[in-house]
């Protein structure tokens, strides 16, 4: 099963953006849906996480009342709504998704997405 991500995109500091996270296969059952991103020169960094049944939430302190995780269970899709977007948000995303509940850690995590870049700008 792949993950595929998209919304990245350019946006000035302050603005906004909503990512999505689909998986390929519809009937893919997950438990645990989870964003995480990549700046240039920096190691991979958790971001957010939803459980999919109860949509228990979890954010890094860096995003927390700035991005908002949510899920469509009946679309099978996973969403970031980033608002207050600042340059240090500048990374490639990367959706992520477990069958268990987990957290913050990656390795925990089986099922990945190819990434979608944001670009924040000045």
């Known amino acids: 099963v792949q993950l595929q991500a998209s919304g990245g995109g350019l946006v000035r500091a302050g603005g906004s953006l909503r990512l999505s996270c689909t998986p390929s296969?519809?009937?893919?059952?997950?438990?645990?849906m989870a964003w995480f991103r990549q700046a240039p020169g920096k190691e991979r960094e958790f971001v957010a996480r939803?459980?999919?049944?109860?949509?228990?939430?979890y954010y890094a302190d860096s995003v927390k009342g700035r991005f908002t995780i949510s899920r469509d269970n009946a679309k099978n899709t996973a969403y970031m709504q980033m608002n207050s977007l600042k340059l240090d948000d500048t990374a490639v995303y990367y959706c992520?998704?477990?069958?268990?509940?987990?957290?913050?850690?990656?390795?925990?995590?089986?099922?990945w997405g190819q990434g979608t870049l944001v670009t924040v700008s000045s």
């Open positions: 296969r519809r009937t893919f059952s997950t438990n645990t």
């Open positions: 992520a998704a477990a069958d268990r509940v987990v957290w913050s850690n990656p390795d925990e995590y089986a099922y």
């Open positions: 939803i459980s999919w049944r109860g949509g228990m939430t």
